[in-house]
């Protein structure tokens, strides 16, 4: 099955830095790649997502690469604030279809941006 | 419009009991995902169901634990005879049917499950 493979798993940045966090996945049949942000006691939120079809995404200060040949993405965080604070997640879907979404997570990456 | 309601938020159980996890998705949303996160850890994929459909129980425990979308009512995540090993947090998370599907699973604030 699916696996992803997440890092860091901390990233400590000044505000206004850039923040880069990479993501591996091992099924070639994934087609769909989002982005969860989870603050402390919350649940995941979507942030930003990709499909197989598109190398790069991009929603602000997000920004979201995709490399299907080696099978890699990215997520970039240009301009950091305190409150991007946060765990971020990244997620693998094997073939997304009919409504049937089982998204395989990354371990996470804890960012924490210093003012 | 109301997001995914998960109750408890926090349960405390002594090993041996039951736990009962109870999640309603979100208005309109027919599918229901349930995912087990321990401390410092990602996110594992336990069951996806459908109204009174088990689609997909491949991340679950054989043993002990169970789930139910009722045609009325919440979706149940039961975990039987409780371990220490159970204690984690339960998130539940929804979408809507599969025409309105853009792959976004819309995700409670979670239950946190304490097995003293």
């Known amino acids: 099955g699916e696996n992803v493979e997440q890092h860091p798993s901390t990233l400590s940045v000044q505000e206004g830095d850039s923040a880069v966090i990479k993501c591996t996945y091992s099924?070639?049949?994934?087609?769909?790649f989002p982005w969860y942000k989870q603050e402390l006691g919350k649940g995941p939120q979507l942030i930003i997502d990709i499909r197989s079809n598109v190398g790069e995404k991009k929603d602000q200060r997000i920004a979201v690469t995709l490399n299907k040949t080696a099978k890699h993405f990215s997520l970039h965080i240009t301009e950091t604030q305190p409150e991007d604070s946060a765990v971020y997640f990244c997620?693998?879907?094997?073939?997304?279809?009919?409504?049937?979404?089982?998204?395989?997570f990354g371990a996470g990456t804890r960012l924490a941006v210093h003012p | 419009n109301a997001g995914v309601m998960q109750n408890p938020r926090h349960l405390v159980r002594r090993r041996g009991q039951e736990a009962r996890l109870r999640c309603s998705p979100m208005?309109?949303?027919?599918?229901v995902y349930w995912y087990r996160q321990l401390p410092e850890e990602g996110l594992k994929f336990m069951v996806y169901l459908q109204k009174e459909n088990i689609i997909d129980e491949s991340g679950m425990p054989k043993e002990r634990f169970s789930a139910e979308f009722p045609k009325e009512g919440p979706s149940i995540l039961r975990i039987q005879q409780v371990v220490r090993g159970d204690s984690a947090a339960y998130f539940c998370a929804s979408s809507p049917p599969s025409q309105m599907n853009t792959g976004e699973l819309f995700f409670g604030e979670g239950s946190r499950l304490t097995v003293l």
């Open positions: 099924d070639s049949a994934s087609n769909y």
């Open positions: 208005k309109g949303h027919s599918h």
């Open positions: 997620a693998a879907s094997p073939m997304f279809s009919g409504g049937y979404n089982k998204l395989i």
